[in-house]
Structures are given as structure tokens and as C-alpha cells.
Antibody
Framework: EVQLLESGGGLVQPGGSLRLSCTTS????????MSWVRQAPGKGLEWVSA????????YYADFVKGRLTISRDNAKDTLYLHMNSLRAEDTAVYFC?????????????WGQGTLVTVSS | QTVVTQEPSFSVSPGGTVTLTCGLN?????????PSWYQQTSGQAPRTLIY???TRPSGVPDRFSGSILGNKAALTITGAQAGDESDFYC??????????FGGGTKLTVL
């Protein structure tokens, strides 16, 4: 059974940093692209970033503007999102998601999400 | 700026059929966008309903079907049930590894 478990969310001050993790099981992690998708309170889903199975190819939504960095450790079956220069508008539940194969294939599994709150 | 469009809300009677659509503010949606649909019940993680236009993952009832209708992707729900009340999101592949979600459709069954 595919399982995705996010962690690392919490309250952070504007301008601060945070690292989200997504530990996975139930599939061969290195064979699949992964994404982060976020959802601000009361708003819709917003794709943030994707990374290829090998970790060399990364893709970002335009609004990321270098503040967020996706990475993965295939030895640990873990996906990361490094978040810098956080702003109030980054407040959201961040979902880890697995793609069907490569990043150009749809998301097929989702984690439960971790809440990031940016506030002073 | 490219925007993926969805109806903000829709109502369907129990047992009825409803078709939700997913379009682009400029251009047509095609199978090359690999349109996919996700259901989200309040406070829960999204659930994959349809991917690659019309493929249902195992465990998704065949009451849910996907297609291309004209210049939009479509999700059709037949035999609507109270438990189908959810937010439905479509997502389109925009190339170069990037994806764009629609704003979601809130479905009411009454």
C-alpha cells in the first residue's frame, strides 16, 4: 500500500525558513516523480513543485521565485521542500504527492498534508 | 496568464447525473494536457478519481467518468449520492514538468 506522510509544518515568522519532509513506503520511491501541492485556508489546490525520480530534474510554479527548493533522498525514500523567505501568503496545508511515473504523468497518490502557518 | 476554469459550484439531485467541466481561458483542453480529476471532502486529502482524461484508478466506482467535451475536459457523475458532496478539482499538464489546477467545483447533492 502506497503511504505518504508529511511532517515539518508549524508556525514560522515572516522571513523565516522551514523544511518539510515526506516519508514514503509501499512503492519503489526512486522510480517515481514526486510533487508538492499546497492549499491555503479556504482556497483551492495549487501545484508548487515536482522532482524526477533521480532527483536531477526539478520543476517549479512561477510564483515560487527561488524561495522554495524541492529535493529528495532516494536512500531514505524521503521527499523534501525547503522553504525560505516565507511570507504570510505561503500559509497553507502542504501535500506530498506521487506521480504515476514521471513528472509529466498525473498525480495518483496523496499524503494527508502538513500545515505551515507564517505569522508574527 | 493561463487560467484553468471550473464552475465554482454545481447542484445535482440524488440519483441524478452531473457533468463538471475544466477549460482554459485561452485555448482548448486536449488529451495532451493529461486532464485529471480529484475529489476532496472537507478537511481531507484529495482522492484521485480520474487521470489521463478517462482512466479510473482501482477502487473508484464507474459512476465517475472522464472525457473531452468540445474544448474542455469533463467529469461526469451518474447516480449521484449524498456522499459525493465534495470539492472537485481538475489539473492540466502545462508542459516542462509543470501543472496547473483549476479553482475547483463545489458539488452539492440535494
Amino acid at each position: 500500500e502506497v503511504q505518504l506522510l508529511e511532517s515539518g509544518g508549524g508556525l514560522v515568522q515572516p522571513g523565516g525558513s522551514l523544511r518539510l519532509s515526506c516519508t514514503t513506503s509501499g512503492f519503489t520511491f526512486s522510480s517515481y516523480a514526486m510533487s508538492w501541492v499546497r492549499q491555503a485556508p479556504g482556497k483551492g489546490l495549487e501545484w508548487v513543485s515536482a522532482i524526477g525520480g533521480g532527483g536531477r530534474s526539478t520543476y517549479y510554479a512561477d510564483f515560487v521565485k527561488g524561495r522554495l527548493t524541492i529535493s529528495r533522498d532516494n536512500a531514505k525514500d524521503t521527499l523534501y521542500l525547503h522553504m525560505n523567505s516565507l511570507r504570510a501568503e505561503d500559509t497553507a496545508v502542504y501535500f506530498c504527492a506521487k506521480h504515476a511515473v514521471v513528472a509529466a504523468t498525473p498525480i495518483d497518490y496523496w499524503g494527508q498534508g502538513t500545515l505551515v502557518t507564517v505569522s508574527s | 496568464q493561463t487560467v484553468v476554469t471550473q464552475e465554482p459550484s454545481f447542484s445535482v439531485s440524488p440519483g441524478g447525473t452531473v457533468t463538471l467541466t475544466c477549460g482554459l481561458n485561452s485555448g482548448s483542453v486536449s488529451t495532451s494536457h493529461y486532464p485529471s480529476w480529484y475529489q476532496q471532502t472537507s478537511g481531507q486529502a484529495p482522492r484521485t478519481l480520474i487521470y489521463n482524461t478517462n482512466t479510473r484508478p482501482s477502487g473508484v466506482p464507474d459512476r465517475f467518468s472522464g472525457s473531452i467535451l468540445g474544448n474542455k475536459a469533463a467529469l461526469t457523475i451518474t447516480g449521484a449520492q449524498a456522499g459525493d458532496e465534495s470539492d472537485f478539482y481538475c489539473v492540466l499538464y502545462m508542459g516542462s514538468g509543470t501543472w496547473l489546477f483549476g479553482g475547483g467545483t463545489k458539488l452539492t447533492v440535494l
